[in-house]
């Protein structure tokens, strides 16, 4: 694909380690794609190896038609491909108002208060330190920060750590709707199985570094007990 992201036979590891085995996925603009699988199946380790935070150890990774493989993280950030990592990537001692304004050093100034609309929440607490807030004021923060910079695909490793489902439930939805207003492809790490599928168009299912079982997230739903054995990498 030329436009999007484009990951093929993708191996990555750590220390000559394999981790993930010959991968293979896409993210297309305006798609929202979800990767499941247990702890320690590999996730982490292919987004990482995908905006650059990890050299491949094979493979190749194609961003909007171009190779990236080899590219480090600020180059690739640079191109629009963003990550929100499971540790959130915020800084404890700045307040709101400091990350949306380093953010907007690269991003949209423009496009502020719009994020603004969709996590609203955040208004008021523009003042508070990003230690002060609540895990999902801290997941909204980061997931907003990363939209300021008006991302072409954002990856977001496990949003929902951490987090009562209820308030998961009300950060998909907008998520979502990013993809299609603004054409973004999202690429989200999950272990919830269907609380994710109900909000991704397609799903990937990772199990000890290899991907078990892919399709449709209406399809994946509906074959729940197949995705779950792949899952549970009892094919």
Known sequence: MSAGLSVRGLSAGYNGLVVVREASLDVAPGEVVTMLGPNGAGKTTTLLSIVGALRPMAGSITFDGEDITKKGTD????LGLVLVPDSRGIFFDLTVKEHFRLAVAKGDKDGLDAILDRFSALRPLLNRRAGLLSGGEQQMLALGKALVMKPKVLMIDEMSLGLAPLIVQSLMPIIRQAAEEDGMGVLLVEQHIEMALRFADRGVVLNRGEI????????????????????????
Do not use: M
């Not at 399709?215 to 792949?230: H, I, K, M, T």
């Open 212 to 235: 078990r079982f892919e399709g449709p997230a209406s399809e994946l739903l509906a074959n729940r007990d197949e995705v779950e054995a792949s899952y549970l990498a009892r094919t």
């Open 75 to 78: 180059a690739i950030s640079r």
